[in-house]
Nanobody
């Protein structure tokens, strides 16, 4: 089992930046992929970004590509999501997720954090 705790959400104006962090604990001795998902009000949760254990493979939703960057520090068991050029439509609860295995199976993430709110004002 992996436990995840997100931080770094908040309120920002359109065009601004935020950096989310997610700290993992528990069974972190095995290779695990990590990802960020988000859920806007009245919408289903959607994939945003994911990264492999090594960090060499990264995946992005088209809606965030070129604006968001996912990275990880395995020494700290932490994954980051740098969000630049934020838009009001990025407003959502952002969830950190993890799975043992490949990062690209977006519907197979099994461990989830509680989420952190990101609000982008126009």
């Amino acid at each position: 089992q992996v436990q995840l705790v997100e931080s770094g959400g908040g309120l920002v104006q359109a065009g601004g930046s935020l950096r989310l962090s997610c700290a993992a604990s528990g069974r972190t001795d095995s290779n695990y992929a990590m990802g960020w998902f988000r859920q806007a009000p009245g919408k289903e949760r959607e994939f945003a970004a994911a990264i492999s254990w090594s960090g060499r493979s990264q995946y992005y939703a088209d809606s965030v590509k070129g604006r968001f960057t996912i990275s990880r520090d395995n020494a700290k068991n932490t994954v980051y999501l740098q969000m630049n050029s934020l838009k009001p439509e990025d407003t959502a609860v952002y969830y950190c997720a993890a799975r043992y295995g490949t990062a690209g199976n977006f519907d197979r993430y099994e461990f989830w954090g509680q989420g952190t709110q990101v609000t982008v004002s126009a």
